[in-house]
């Protein structure tokens, strides 16, 4: 699979996707594992299933449905992203980035970013939000970055900082919302993955020991494509699971998808009180 992605490869997709919509989207968002029932919520909705669009990397995962959808939410015109594409499943970390990429070049400027995670901080419980105020990037301290390969000059620097990877003023937003809606919002560090396999306990207590909240298989890559092109990043995981510190009790991708259930309808309040006070 190719580890490189051209700006005319990109601008092809963005193409193909301005072809069959008449709205021009300000706000992507990406929606995680057993979390896509939001994108119901979309206003003059435009459904263009991942497969049709050439180039496009389609989600192999169950709960990921692959569908692109640009309308309104909130009045907010929006590219909601339903199913995400992994490394795990075998794509480059250009490709995994692709989604956001495009997006760019359609004119978001802010990406809202969810996942299923893992909680690894104790006073997590599965069915908790929890707003992301930074990551670690365990995939790329590994070696691997969505920017790999000839910089994109006219996207972004070959070096471009980190250091605010999610957005200050949206993370205040979120918290404001959250509080008006009620909505218990837990706030940590989100570590990135390679997967598929889950962690070992070992690997939990160490995640853990470097400062770890909420861990999952997702996210980084996008939130690093994202910011290389200047986008505003706010990032919310859905605890789906306890993780499994001790080793007493075992983690399934139906845990996952089940929990999505009850943390679809918080998602969407947050999601839709954030984008009508943007
Ligand atoms: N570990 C890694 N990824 C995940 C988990 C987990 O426990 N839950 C959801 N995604």
């Given at each position: 699979m190719?580890?490189?992605?051209?700006l005319?490869?990109?601008?092809?997709?963005?193409?193909?996707?301005?072809?069959?919509?008449?709205?021009q989207?300000a706000?992507?968002?990406?929606?995680?594992?057993?979390?896509?029932?939001?994108?119901?919520?979309v206003?003059?909705?435009?459904?263009?299933p991942?497969?049709?669009?050439?180039?496009?990397?389609?989600s192999?995962?169950?709960?990921?449905?692959?569908?692109?959808?640009?309308?309104?939410?909130?009045?907010?015109?929006?590219?909601?992203?339903?199913?995400?594409?992994?490394?795990?499943?075998?794509y480059?970390?250009a490709?995994?980035?692709?989604?956001?990429?495009?997006?760019?070049?359609?004119?978001?400027?802010?990406?809202?970013v969810?996942?299923?995670?893992?909680?690894?901080n104790?006073?997590?419980?599965?069915?908790?939000?929890m707003?992301?105020?930074?990551?670690?990037?365990?995939?790329?301290?590994?070696?691997?970055?969505?920017?790999?390969?000839?910089?994109?000059?006219?996207?972004g620097?070959?070096?471009?900082d980190?250091?605010?990877?999610?957005?200050?003023?949206?993370?205040?937003l979120?918290?404001?919302?959250?509080a008006?809606?009620?909505?218990?919002?837990?706030?940590?560090?989100?570590?990135g993955l390679?997967?598929?396999?889950?962690e070992?306990?070992?690997?939990?207590?160490?995640?853990?020991?470097?400062?770890?909240?909420?861990v999952?298989?997702s996210?980084?890559?996008?939130?690093?494509?994202?910011?290389?092109?200047?986008t505003?990043?706010?990032?919310?995981?859905?605890?789906s699971?306890k993780a499994n510190?001790?080793?007493?009790?075992?983690?399934?991708?139906?845990?996952?998808?089940?929990?999505?259930r009850?943390?679809?309808?918080?998602?969407?309040?947050?999601?839709?009180?954030?984008?009508?006070?943007?």
């Open positions: 190719s580890d490189t992605i051209s005319e490869q990109i601008d092809q997709i963005a193409s193909q996707i301005r072809s069959r919509t008449k709205h989207p706000v992507g968002i990406i929606l995680g594992s057993g979390l896509g029932e939001l994108a119901s919520a206003e003059d909705a435009d459904v263009i991942a497969g049709e669009v050439n180039g496009w990397p389609v192999t995962v169950k709960g990921h449905q692959g569908r692109l959808i640009l309308g309104n939410l909130e009045s907010q015109p929006v590219f909601v992203l339903q199913g995400r594409v992994h490394y795990y499943e075998g480059s970390m490709q995994v980035g692709l989604p956001v990429r495009v997006m760019q070049r359609l004119g978001i400027q802010t990406l809202i969810t996942n299923a995670a893992g909680a690894v104790p006073e997590f419980e599965p069915g908790d939000l707003l992301i105020t930074d990551h670690l990037n365990l995939i790329g301290l590994g070696g691997l970055s969505p920017l790999r390969g000839p910089n994109l000059d006219e996207l620097p070959r070096f471009p980190m250091s605010r990877a999610y957005d200050r003023e949206l993370m205040a979120a918290r404001r919302c959250a008006e809606e009620n909505i218990l919002l837990r706030e940590g560090v989100y570590a390679a997967g598929p396999a889950f070992t306990p070992a690997d939990l207590r160490f995640l853990r020991l470097i400062g770890t909240d909420a999952g298989m996210t980084v890559p996008e939130v690093t494509v994202a910011r290389h092109g200047g505003r990043v706010l990032g919310i995981s859905g605890i699971n510190l001790d080793g007493e009790t075992v983690t399934t991708h139906e845990e996952v998808l089940e929990a999505g009850i943390l679809v309808p918080k998602l969407t309040k947050l999601v839709r009180a954030v984008l009508r006070s943007m």
